[in-house]
C-alpha cells in the first residue's frame, strides 16, 4: 500500500479492500484530509 500526493490530491495505490479499511480508519480519527495528510508526513 502507497499513498502518494500530488498537488491536485492524494492518490493511495493498493488492493481495494485494504484501501477502503484504511479509509474507513482514518475517517473515524481524522476530521479532516490536512490532518490526515500531516500525520502521514510526521
Not at 4 to 26: A, P, W
Amino acid at each position: 500500500m502507497r499513498v502518494y500526493t500530488q498537488y491536485d490530491g492524494i492518490f493511495i495505490c493498493g488492493k481495494i479492500k485494504e484501501v477502503r479499511l484504511l479509509l474507513s480508519e482514518y475517517s473515524s480519527r481524522y476530521r479532516t484530509v490536512r490532518e490526515l495528510i500531516t500525520e502521514l508526513f510526521n
